[in-house]
């Protein structure tokens, strides 16, 4: 069974770091690309990041390049996402998620970051 | 980027009703290469993650009721739902992978009367 664990979440003070970490079992973690996908509060879904299965490739949209980098570490199974100069719109639940052919097959429970002062 | 409008925002149905909801991407999601549309659906039920229901525009994903129904190529594209259960309530959203950045619909919230 397919299983995306997402850990690291909580509540930071804008322009401050935060890292999410994501643990994935059930599948060949090396053989897929991985992503995260958030949701603000009482709003929509938006794609954030993805990565290939060497990490050699990263793709993000406008709104977090520059700030977001995604990782992985195929040994551990584990996709992580570094995020930085946090401002408020950045609140949301963060998803961790399995692309094939980009669309999202696999999503975890979700992990909340809370960007206020 | 690839705009998705979708619609309605929200709609309220009795059981049994069918149930229809449109997405419409600002560029054609059909590739020439091997014919398919790269437009996905997605329920998500209140406090759960999204679940995929429709990939392709028409496959259901493994274990969807058939009674979702996916449709349309190109730049138009629906969603139906037949025979409509207390337990479709949720939102629905069209996402489209046929290019970076990918980019969703703003969603459909489906109430049950």
């Known amino acids: 069974e397919v299983q995306l664990v997402e850990s690291g979440g909580g509540l930071v003070q804008p322009g401050r770091s935060l890292k999410l970490s994501c643990a994935a079992s059930?599948?060949?973690?090396?053989?897929?690309?991985m992503a995260w996908v958030r949701q603000a509060p009482k709003k929509g879904l938006e794609w954030v990041a993805t990565?290939?299965?060497?990490?050699?490739?990263?793709y993000y949209p406008d709104s977090v390049k520059g700030r977001f980098t995604i990782s992985r570490d195929n040994a551990k199974s584990s996709l992580y996402l570094q995020m930085n100069s946090l401002k408020s719109e950045d609140t949301a639940t963060y998803y961790c998620?399995?692309?094939?052919?980009?669309?999202?097959?696999?999503w975890g429970q979700g992990v909340m970051v809370t960007v206020s002062s | 980027d690839i705009v998705m409008t979708q619609s309605p925002f929200s709609l309220a149905v009795s059981e049994g009703e069918m149930v229809t909801i449109n997405c419409k991407p600002s560029q054609s999601l059909l590739s020439s290469g091997n014919q398919k549309n790269y437009l996905a659906w997605y329920q998500q039920k209140p406090g759960q993650s999204p679940k995929l229901l429709i990939y392709?525009?028409?496959t259901r994903q493994s274990g969807v009721p058939d009674r979702f129904i996916g449709s349309g190529s190109g730049t138009d594209f629906t969603l139906t739902i037949s025979d409509v259960q207390a337990e479709d309530l949720a939102d629905y959203y069209c996402?489209?992978?046929?290019?970076?950045?990918?980019?969703f619909g703003s969603g459909t919230k489906l109430e049950i009367k």
């Open positions: 059930g599948f060949t973690f090396s053989n897929h690309y």
């Open positions: 996402l489209q992978h046929y290019s970076y950045p990918l980019t």
């Open positions: 998620a399995r692309p094939d052919n980009n669309r999202f097959d696999y």
């Open positions: 990565i290939s299965t060497s990490g050699s490739r990263t």
């Open positions: 392709y525009a028409s």
